[in-house]
């Protein structure tokens, strides 16, 4: 996928991941990770897509901000 991150960069950030399970189970950390790149990398142009769409963008813009 676009966003996702390689098998080289992973491996170099698994090892900084905390390892003991604590209460609830944990999400898979590479597919969180995944997300996070992905909103921040797409940030300005899910913004620019929000505000072309909408009918208020000032409205729109003091939502996310």
């Given at each position: 996928?676009r966003?996702?991150?390689a098998?080289?960069?992973?491996?170099?950030?698994?090892?900084?991941?905390?390892?003991?399970p604590?209460?609830?189970?944990r999400?898979n950390?590479?597919?969180?990770l995944?997300?996070?790149?992905?909103?921040?990398?797409?940030?300005?142009?899910?913004?620019?897509?929000?505000?072309?769409?909408?009918?208020?963008?000032?409205?729109?813009?003091?939502?996310?901000?």
């Open positions: 996928m966003y996702e991150l098998d080289h960069e992973w491996a170099a950030i698994k090892a900084m991941l905390p390892n003991k604590r209460g609830v189970p999400a950390d590479r597919r969180v995944n997300g996070i790149f992905w909103v921040l990398r797409s940030y300005p142009a899910t913004v620019l897509q929000c505000a072309a769409n909408c009918s208020a963008p000032r409205s729109d813009s003091a939502r996310i901000v």
